[in-house]
């Protein structure tokens, strides 16, 4: 069985940081990996995918980055805005299904 | 349309009465997924299809839940006899296939059961 499990749950940081986001997964034959985000009674929009061969994928101040032999991937925001409040879901394609995290809730004071 | 529509947005149901949601995927995507996302917690699968296949049911909670995918296209999520636990947001999502693509997630249906 899969597992996907997301660290920290919540974090608050001042505009401006650099910040990493944690993501593990217990069975590396992963399909792929995806970055969701999810604001306060909206759906999930996708903000990174990586396919399981490939290590890094960015989309302008977002970094994500996949070692799957180790069942790790990191999400990285450079220059954090108040408007990257959010959570932040992970995702491994795996199976039939996309296995999803418990998501960490990030929130950047002006 | 561009994007998952999922209908209603928004459904408040007495217990016991039954409900169906609707999703419609992105055109052309051949996977179609149902999750479910109580009040802090994480997303829930409940049935997947892809194509013509026979759909994984595995996710679905109870027999009072049921989904069908007619022609390929369009969704519909029915549970019958709805109890106070089933309040949840519901969300649908497509892909263009199974594998190695990037999944798209509609706005969800918050249902609500008092």
């Known amino acids: 069985k899969q597992e996907v499990t997301q660290i920290p749950a919540a974090l608050s940081v001042p505009e401006g940081e650099n910040l990493v986001l944690n993501c593990s997964f217990t069975?590396?034959?992963?399909?792929?990996l995806q970055w969701f985000r999810q604001d306060p009674g909206k759906g999930l929009t996708s903000l990174l995918l990586?396919?399981?061969?490939?290590r890094e994928q960015t989309s302008g101040r977002l970094n994500a980055s996949l070692d799957k032999s180790s069942g790790r991937s990191t999400l990285y925001i450079a220059a954090s805005q108040p408007g990257d409040s959010a959570t932040y879901l992970c995702?491994?394609?795996?199976?039939?299904?996309?296995?999803f995290g418990t998501g960490t809730s990030l929130t950047v004071i002006p | 349309g561009a994007g998952v529509s999922q209908s209603p947005s928004n459904k408040v149901t007495e217990k016991g009465k039954d409900v169906e949601l609707r999703c419609d995927p992105i055109?052309?995507?051949?996977?179609l997924y149902w999750y479910r996302q109580s009040l802090g917690q994480g997303l829930e699968f409940l049935i997947y299809?892809?194509?013509?296949?026979?759909?994984?049911k595995s996710g679905l909670p109870s027999d009072r839940f049921s989904a069908e995918r007619t022609g390929g296209s369009v969704s519909t999520l029915t549970i019958q006899r709805t109890q106070q636990e089933d309040s949840a947001v519901y969300l649908c999502?497509?892909?263009?296939?199974?594998?190695?693509?990037?999944?798209?997630f509609g706005e969800g249906s918050w249902l609500t059961v008092v």
């Open positions: 055109s052309g995507h051949t996977a």
């Open positions: 299809f892809q194509g013509n296949s026979a759909p994984d």
């Open positions: 995702a491994v394609a795996w199976g039939n299904q996309f296995y």
């Open positions: 069975d590396s034959a992963i399909y792929n």
């Open positions: 990586i396919q399981s061969s490939q």
């Open positions: 999502a497509s892909s263009r296939d199974r594998s190695g693509n990037t999944i798209y």
